[in-house]
């Protein structure tokens, strides 16, 4: 039977991989969409003229592109929720390192232009970080254990 720690770090896995298959899907399918979505007021003469510009073209192919690699991350967090504790590299990586890595960079750019999406991003990937860190804490002498 698993702990109640070992539920709340399933927890933070479930979640994390709700916001990463959203986010993912979102703006891998349209970019537009997603600007939508999110209220981003978006010229319509600017997006279709995307295409024609190389390195605008390039910077949307290659930013769908990782955001169909967050949805497959997304995906991936399917495999800590049978068995966390052989699982911890990978809750490690995609709950730790990826969102603090994120929400540096999201801070960073907020910097420059604080947009409400960056906010909303920069905040949800630092709790899923910290609860991830909480909740591997937690389960530590759980997983040293079972080993």
Known sequence: MRSRKTNF??????????VYIFTGAL???????????FFLEINEDWFMEIP???????????ARTFA???????????????????YRGLIYFTNVVF???ASFLLIKSLLI????VLIVYATLFSLIGLCAVI???????NA???Q
């Open 144 to 146: 040293k254990i079972e």
């Open 52 to 62: 024609k510009d190389a390195f605008m073209f390039t910077s949307i192919t290659l």
């Open 27 to 37: 703006f891998a399918v349209s970019p537009h969409f997603f600007g939508k979505v």
């Open 135 to 141: 909740a591997l804490l937690l389960t530590k002498g």
């Open 9 to 18: 770090l399933q927890m933070v896995v479930l979640l994390s991989g709700i």
């Open 99 to 101: 969102p603090f890595l």
């Open 68 to 86: 169909g690699l967050l949805l497959t991350i997304g995906i991936a967090m399917i495999l800590p929720l049978f068995d966390p504790k052989k």
């Open 113 to 116: 232009n604080p947009l409400p």
